[in-house]
């Protein structure tokens, strides 16, 4: 009895609550209001219902037949931040479909049939954070689709069948917070690679582009090498599906960041080798060149403080340097004007995030090898003295008087260094079979001079992405 006392004004208050409450937001039949979600889910919906409670957030129409919007379908909706339509039969969207939905943040059209992406779609959904266009017909997304989606931190465009992707509507200041870019499983074959390595770093950080159907080249390796290098989640989530295939022929189709055999003379062609072997891992240069040495990490804050260790002048920060010799750049590369033999070693920098507490270290083996003229003249040199002396000595103990000319110390011979041309690695060859006949005595010429050339190949660090 006490109890129904209690339970009968509360019931009532109850109804009488949800009796207001519907009466201002009709909810209907076949959808679920509950709070501020409206689920029309899988009601077999060919429209938008016309009327839905005007304080909804959440609006989930997924799994329907739907295949058209009307301008402003979601106008009377002021408060709508999640929209759910996957799984209907949308193959375009109007203008202003999406008019007075500006406070859409997560809209979800994943799973329709939706073929180009035109510029105007998503117009005016400045604070959209996530959108979701996988497994549709997409052929082509128009350039100026992402522009003005400030907000936009992942879009995920995979199982579609994009031929190309407009990279470039994607800058540093465009879109602060993109930091998931999913391309993957579409038909691109060749994308353009200087647009994708202009990408914010945070963008390529989070740039999925496997299952595609890449064709086999340096530049597409390169750029794929460094993110690797980087250790990017993309990479290392998806090592075996990243693939390209020969010549375009699908049947000859390699796992490349696995098989790496494929792009060994990447390293030697040398117009499309430059970023693949920036690797500064290992430098090799001669005495007296100037190096410098890069410390890109993972770490990506633009904020970081940079400490070398040095094997000859042991710990360098910005702070200590007092040597014109060696700089320090904010950025963290560092400067040798002229090494020396004895600058050969282990390098290792320290990058630290101080507000993060993060830190990461790269490690750059540099080797200094005399420079290689000059050694050998000196040991030539002086073996060829030896043997004068010697000689003279010998004629000097048997003769009277000694008449030896060749006493005279011969000028050392000649290297062709001076003519030599980085930029052509046939010179190289070409000027020292020239020369072979003048300086015949000198057979080390043919060899001193590929490693030479090496140095020059492979050591460019400026070029680092
Ligand atoms: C839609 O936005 C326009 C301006 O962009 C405004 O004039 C109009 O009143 C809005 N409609 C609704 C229903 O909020
Ligand atoms: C790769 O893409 C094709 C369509 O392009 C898709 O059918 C397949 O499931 C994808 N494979 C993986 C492993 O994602
Ligand atoms: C590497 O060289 C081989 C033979 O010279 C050639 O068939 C192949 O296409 C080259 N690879 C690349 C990535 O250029
Ligand atoms: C390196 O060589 C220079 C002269 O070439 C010398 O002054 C210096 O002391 C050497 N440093 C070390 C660590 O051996
Ligand atoms: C830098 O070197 C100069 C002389 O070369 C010296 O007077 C000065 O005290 C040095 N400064 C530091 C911070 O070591
Ligand atoms: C770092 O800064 C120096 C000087 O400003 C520049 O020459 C070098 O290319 C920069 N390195 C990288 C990796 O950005
Ligand atoms: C770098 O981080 C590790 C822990 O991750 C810490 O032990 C180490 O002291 C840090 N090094 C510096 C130079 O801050
Ligand atoms: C650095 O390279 C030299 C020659 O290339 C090699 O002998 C040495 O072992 C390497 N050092 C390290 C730590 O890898």
Not at 10 to 30: G, K, V
Not at 68 to 96: I, M, V, Y
Not at 430 to 457: C, G, L, N, W, Y
Request: aromatic share 8%; proline share 6%.
């Amino acid at each position: 009895m006490t109890c129904a006392l209690y339970q009968g004004p509360l019931l009532l208050s109850l109804l009488l609550l949800s009796l207001l409450h519907s009466s201002q937001e009709i909810c209907p039949s076949m959808c679920l209001c509950v709070s501020d979600t409206a689920s029309c889910s899988s009601s077999g919906l060919a429209k938008l219902p016309k009327t839905l409670p005007f304080s909804s957030v959440t609006l989930d129409v997924s799994h329907n037949h739907m295949s058209w919007l009307g301008p402003g379908s979601f106008k009377n909706l002021p408060r709508l931040e999640n929209l759910r339509l996957a799984h209907n039969q949308l193959t375009s969207l109007d203008p202003g479909v999406f008019r007075n939905a500006s406070g859409l943040r997560f809209l979800d059209l994943s799973s329709n049939k939706l073929q180009v992406v035109q510029q105007h779609y998503f117009q005016g959904l400045w604070r959209l954070e996530e959108l979701l266009l996988f497994n549709n017909k997409i052929t082509q997304v128009e350039p100026g689709t992402l522009t003005g989606l400030s907000s936009l931190k992942k879009a995920y465009f995979s199982l579609n069948q994009i031929t190309h992707f407009p990279f470039f509507s994607i800058q540093d200041h465009s879109h602060p917070f993109l930091t998931m870019l999913d391309l993957s499983s579409n038909r691109m074959s060749h994308l353009k690679w200087e647009d994708v390595k202009a990408l914010p770093g945070l963008v390529q950080r989070g740039l999925y582009l496997h299952n595609n159907s890449l064709i086999c080249d340096c530049t597409m390796y390169s750029v794929f090498w460094h993110w690797d290098l980087r250790g990017y989640d993309p990479l290392k989530d998806f090592t075996d599906e990243h693939t390209c295939s020969i010549n375009g022929d699908p049947r000859s189709s390699i796992r490349f960041l696995r098989q790496n055999r494929y792009f060994l003379n990447c390293t030697v062609e040398k117009a499309v080798s430059q970023p693949v072997t920036v690797l500064l891992s290992n430098v090799l240069v001669s005495e007296g060149e100037r190096v410098r040495l890069d410390c890109q990490t993972s770490l990506m804050s633009t904020d970081l403080s940079f400490t070398w260790f040095s094997p000859s002048k042991g710990y360098i920060t910005q702070t200590s340097i007092n040597d014109t010799l060696i700089s320090l750049f904010a950025n963290g590369t560092l400067e040798i004007q002229a090494v020396k033999v004895n600058d050969s070693g282990l390098y290792v920098c320290t990058a630290l995030d101080i507000k993060q507490g993060l830190n990461a270290t790269r490690e750059v083996n540099v080797t200094v090898l005399p420079p290689a003229g000059e050694s050998f003249n000196t040991g030539y040199t002086t073996l060829l003295g030896c043997v004068v002396t010697l000689v003279c000595i010998l004629v000097y103990l048997y003769m009277t008087p000694c008449r030896c000319s060749s006493c005279k110390q011969p000028k050392p011979p000649l290297i062709p260094i001076a003519t030599y041309d980085p930029s052509t690695l046939t010179s190289a060859f070409s000027s020292s079979v020239r020369d072979e006949s003048k300086i015949q005595t000198d057979k080390h010429v043919a060899f001193v001079e590929p490693i030479i050339s090496e140095v020059a190949e492979e050591w460019i660090p400026e070029r680092l992405p």
